[in-house]
């Protein structure tokens, strides 16, 4: 069975802990599936690494402001996008690039790997 997960925010390393509350989801259930997550960049994520697999999971990454450095809405030191909102008005503006881009960039990628 293929399993798509649709997240803003996918730990960046495997040591990263801010957002991992997919993670073990998406890990236990690549034991015996094929699990897809279609996630988004941070500031400072490798541009060349926008696809990898890890422990299973095959994970996509895609850009949704420019400059790159601006994408800050999802990683966090906090891990959550609500302690991005509370910058004004920048991160208001990035969030409709980012809920607008991800179902276009997911029906890509999905068409791609499916």
């Given at each position: 069975?293929?399993?798509?997960?649709?997240?803003?925010?996918?730990?960046?390393?495997?040591d990263?802990?801010?957002?991992?509350?997919i993670?073990?989801y998406?890990?236990?259930?690549?034991?015996?599936n094929?699990?897809?997550?279609?996630t988004?960049?941070?500031?400072?994520?490798?541009?060349k690494?926008?696809f990898?697999?890890?422990?299973?999971?095959?994970i996509y990454?895609?850009?949704?402001?420019w400059?790159?450095?601006?994408?800050?809405?999802?990683?966090t030191?906090s891990g959550?996008?609500?302690e991005?909102?509370?910058?004004?008005?920048?991160?208001?503006?990035k969030?409709?690039?980012?809920?607008?881009?991800?179902?276009?960039?997911?029906?890509?990628?999905?068409?791609?790997?499916?």
């Open positions: 069975m293929k399993i798509c997960f649709l997240s803003p925010s996918y730990p960046k390393t495997p990263d802990t801010r957002v991992g509350f993670q073990p998406a890990e236990a259930l690549a034991k015996t094929e699990v897809i997550v279609i988004s960049t941070g500031p400072k994520t490798d541009t690494n926008k990898e697999v890890r422990n299973g999971v095959k990454r895609f850009d949704y402001f400059p790159r450095r601006l994408q800050d809405l999802t990683h030191n959550g996008m609500s991005s909102y509370k910058g004004g008005f920048l991160p208001n503006y969030f409709h690039f980012l809920y607008c881009l991800f179902p276009l960039i997911h029906l890509n990628i999905l068409k791609i790997v499916m």
